[in-house]
């Protein structure tokens, strides 16, 4: 007595179009991350949206943590050896910027605080877009 199990896959050949959607997949992560000519020397600009606005650069790594004023209250920024970035403790009261953690990259937010630090990564690219 034979089951009727129905066919997982439509046709013969849809394992070669499941490998070829993979090996393009691979292909295409492999380039986004070799491509990468992205630099980060610990440069960020930290926006204080108090009134009146407040920006400060840093142009390089600090070797001491900075607190910076923001809405509710002092914020500390620290960079570590591997010179990433982080917020380390905030007044703001749900914490989400120092769960955030460390970063080389991206920026960090707090909302409450009104502080927004930014990374300053060297692409050595002038001109991100071009528009008409």
Do not use: Y
């Not at 490998?19 to 930290?46: E, I, K, P, T």
């Not at 600090?62 to 620290?78: C, D, F, S, Y």
């Amino acid at each position: 007595m034979k089951d009727n199990i129905p066919p997982i896959f439509a046709g013969k050949h849809d394992w070669l179009i499941l490998l070829a959607l993979l090996a393009v997949s691979l292909l295409a992560w492999a380039g986004h991350h070799h491509g990468r000519s992205d630099s980060f020397n610990g440069a960020c600009r930290v926006r204080i949206l108090t009134e009146p606005p407040q920006e400060l650069v840093f142009n390089q790594a600090q070797p001491r943590p900075v607190e910076v004023k923001g809405r509710t209250g002092l914020a500390v920024i620290e960079w570590g050896s591997d010179k990433r970035i982080r917020i380390s403790s905030s007044a703001c009261p749900c914490k989400t910027c120092v769960n955030m953690g460390w970063t080389d990259s991206s920026s960090l937010i707090c909302v409450p605080n009104g502080i927004i630090v930014e990374p300053l990564v060297n692409t050595g690219q002038k001109v991100d877009a071009v528009t008409r």
